[in-house]
């Protein structure tokens, strides 16, 4: 019961976190083009393979990881804000744009969990 109130805590504070975050990129780079979307996506999924990594190299405990990368990791990254502006693309007739970006922002954030492993697993050698 203590990992599931602290994986709910985590997701709002992660919510906020992605409220912040797409804030200032949109008001910095404007709201043409989703790109506070997909920096809250690849950011988040580089965070949570930091935290997994971490977690399987044992200096992370369970609930603790799990907490973390389901709770703030799944508050804060938001998939379902990225194919709705996937669709927002095609509907304002920008379709190649749509297809890029749903590409684009998915293999980013894939990349981005594959770089969060491999720097948990770095720092856990160094340690």
Excluded: K
Aim: net charge positive; aromatic share 6%.
């Amino acid at each position: 019961m203590t990992t599931a109130l602290l994986i709910g805590l985590l997701g709002g504070l992660g919510a906020m976190a992605r409220f912040v975050v797409d804030g200032a990129v949109r008001q910095r780079w404007g709201a043409a083009f989703p790109v506070g979307t997909a920096t809250v996506n690849v950011s988040g999924s580089f965070l949570a393979g930091l935290l997994s990594g971490a977690a399987l190299a044992g200096t992370l405990g369970g609930p603790a990881a799990a907490a973390a990368v389901t709770g703030f990791c799944g508050g804060y990254t938001t998939f379902s804000t990225a194919m709705t502006d996937t669709v927002r693309l095609v509907r304002d007739g920008a379709a190649r744009r749509a297809v890029l970006y749903a590409v684009g922002t998915a293999a980013l954030s894939v990349l981005a969990a594959v770089a969060g492993l491999a720097a948990a697993a770095l720092a856990a050698t160094l340690s």
